[in-house]
C-alpha cells in the first residue's frame, strides 16, 4: 500500500463522504470547560442555551460523551454538493523548497462561500428549519461566514441578518454582495439597530468594529425577535463537530494510500477548521492509538494561543455571551488596524483551549508579510489563490518543509488550505506595494487587555 503512487489529487466518492460526525470530547479526559451564566457564574443550562440557540444544536454543544453524531440525510445531500473535497499533493511545492517532506493540502475553498464555514452554515440551518424558525443572525468578519450562512439559509428558505464588522463592510463590498445575492440582509457593526451597538458607538466613537461587537449585536436581535435564533460561525463545540467531515475525508483519503502523516497544521482564528481538520486524529492520539504533532498557526497581531490567558471571559464585547474558559488576549482586544490577515477573534475554542493546555497541540504565531510571502509563493506554483487566513498554515507547513531539507527527514505534512483569497485582494495589493506592516501588540497592551477578563475562580 504504501509504494502506491500518489496523485495530484486525491478524490473520494460520494458514497466515502463521513455518515457521522465525530465529536473529540468524548475521548477527552479533560472536558472543555463549560459556559458560565454570566449573571450567577454556574453552567448555562440547555432551557438558558434555547433562548439564543437552536434546540438541537444546544444538545450538540452540551455533549461531551457521544463520540458519533450522525449526519443527517437533507445535511449530506447537500454537502454532496461540493465534498468530498480535495486532498492535494502539494509537490509543486515541494519541487520547488527542493524537501524530502511530503506536504498535502486539504482544499476547502471549492464552494460559492469560499471557505470550510460552510460545513457548518449548511448544518446550522437544517436544525433551525428543523425546529420551524424564521430566521436566524449572526456576525461576520471578513465576511466568509455571512457568505456561507445566506447559502445555506437560501437553501431552506430561512431569513438570515448578517451584523458585518464595519472595516470589512467598507473593505468588502462585493463579499456584501455575494450575500444580498442569497437573500441575507447585511448591516454594517456596530449599528443603531441595537442598544448594545449604541452603547458601543457612544464609548467608542468612529470604532471601525470587531467582531466581539457584532456578536453582540447579533444576539440581541435574535433574543429579541420572535422566531429568531443566533449562529455562530466558529469557536463553539458544535462547529467543531461539523467541521470533523474535513478531518474524516482528510484520514479516509490518507489511510487510502497507507499515509500516516507526522505534522498537521491548521490556523486557528477561533479554532473550528483546525478543531474539525485534526479531530480524527486527535481521537487516535487521545485514544494513546497513534501520535501526530499538531500546530496551530496563529496571527502575531492576534496570538490567544501563544500570548493570551487560559481563563473564563466573555465571548463578546458587549458582555451579553455567556463566559467561556478559553486562551483569550480579552474581550475588548482589538488587533491593529493595519492587519489584514483575518483570524481576529479574541479568544479560541474551549475544546482546543483545552487541549493546548493539556499538551495534545502546539501553537505557533506569524507575522503577516511572512505570511503574505508564503501565500503569493504557494499561488504560484500550486494555482490555487489562498485566502490570507490558510496563508498561516502555509507559511508554517513551508517552514516545516525547509526544516526537512535541513536534517534530510522526508516528514509527511498535512495542511489545512481553508479558502481562497479572492475578495482579499485589498491585502495582497498592500502586502505588493510594500503598505503592510507588522504589528505585534507589546506585554504593555496585552496586560492592559486582560485587565477586563472577569474574576473567576
Ligand atoms: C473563518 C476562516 C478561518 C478561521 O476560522 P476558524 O474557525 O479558526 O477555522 C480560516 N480560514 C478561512 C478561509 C476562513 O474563512
New binding site residues.
Given amino acids: 500500500m504504501a509504494n502506491k503512487e500518489i496523485p495530484y489529487k486525491i478524490y473520494l466518492e460520494e458514497s466515502e463522504l463521513p455518515s457521522s460526525w465525530y465529536n473529540m470530547r468524548a475521548d477527552m479526559k479533560n472536558k472543555p470547560a463549560p459556559l458560565l451564566n454570566p449573571g450567577t457564574g454556574q453552567p448555562m443550562t440547555a432551557p438558558e442555551l434555547e433562548g439564543v440557540f437552536c434546540s438541537e444544536l444546544v444538545k450538540q454543544e452540551l455533549d461531551n460523551d457521544n463520540a458519533q453524531i450522525a449526519i443527517p440525510q437533507e445535511i449530506l445531500d447537500f454537502y454532496k454538493m461540493y465534498r468530498p473535497s480535495p486532498l492535494v499533493r502539494a509537490y509543486f511545492l515541494e519541487k520547488q523548497l527542493d524537501t524530502p517532506a511530503k506536504i498535502y493540502y486539504k482544499f ?2 471549492n464552494n460559492t ?5 460552510l460545513n457548518s452554515a449548511i448544518a446550522q440551518a437544517y436544525y433551525a428549519k428543523k425546529q420551524g424558525l424564521k430566521g436566524v443572525t449572526t456576525e461576520t ?2 465576511g ?2 455571512g457568505t ?1 450562512l445566506s447559502m445555506a439559509c437560501a437553501f431552506f428558505g430561512l431569513d438570515c441578518k448578517v451584523y458585518m464588522v464595519k472595516v470589512s463592510y467598507e473593505q468588502k463590498p462585493f463579499r456584501r454582495e455575494v450575500m444580498r445575492t442569497y437573500g441575507a440582509s447585511v448591516t454594517p457593526s456596530p449599528s443603531e439597530t441595537t442598544d448594545v451597538g449604541k452603547k458601543i458607538l457612544e464609548a467608542h466613537p468612529g470604532t471601525t468594529g470587531s467582531l466581539g461587537c457584532a456578536i453582540s449585536e447579533a444576539v440581541e436581535v435574535a433574543v429579541k425577535s420572535e422566531g429568531y435564533r443566533y449562529v455562530l ?3 463553539l463545540n458544535q ?1 467543531l463537530l461539523h ?1 470533523s467531515v474535513i478531518g474524516l475525508e482528510t484520514k479516509t483519503a490518507l489511510d487510502k494510500y497507507g499515509v500516516h502523516p507526522d505534522i498537521i497544521i ?11 481538520l485534526i479531530a480524527p486524529f486527535m481521537g487516535q492520539k487521545l485514544r494513546g492509538e497513534a501520535d501526530y504533532r499538531i500546530i496551530a498557526v496563529e496571527p502575531a497581531s492576534c496570538p490567544s494561543f501563544t500570548r493570551g490567558r487560559f481563563a473564563y471571559d466573555f465571548c463578546d464585547t458587549g458582555k451579553v455571551c455567556p463566559l467561556a474558559k478559553m486562551y483569550t488576549l480579552g474581550c475588548d482586544f482589538i488587533p491593529a488596524p493595519n492587519h489584514a490577515g ?2 481576529r ?1 479574541h479568544g479560541m ?1 474551549t475544546t482546543l483551549s483545552q487541549l493546548y493546555a493539556d499538551g495534545y497541540m502546539e501553537a505557533t504565531s506569524v507575522k503577516q508579510t511572512d505570511v503574505f510571502q508564503a501565500a503569493e509563493q504557494f499561488a504560484r506554483v500550486e494555482g490555487i489563490l489562498p ?4 496563508s ?1 498554515a502555509i507559511r508554517v507547513a513551508i517552514d516545516e518543509a525547509l526544516k526537512c531539507k535541513e536534517t534530510g527527514e522526508e516528514k509527511t505534512i498535512v495542511f ?1 488550505l ?4 479572492y475578495f482579499d485582494m485589498v491585502a495582497y495589493e498592500r502586502f505588493h506595494n510594500n503598505e503592510m506592516s507588522d504589528y505585534v501588540p507589546t506585554d504593555e497592551e496585552l496586560a492592559e487587555s486582560f485587565k477586563s477578563l472577569p474574576q473567576i475562580s
Avoid: F, I, M
Wanted: proline share 2%; with cysteine.
Fill in positions: 476547502e475553498g462561500s469560499g471557505s470550510h464555514k468578519g471578513a466568509q461566514w456561507a460561525g466558529s469557536v462547529v467541521q491548521g490556523c486557528a482564528g477561533g479554532g473550528s477548521n483546525l478543531g474539525g483575518g483570524l477573534y475554542s485566502a490570507p487566513e490558510s498561516h489545512g481553508t479558502g481562497t483569497g
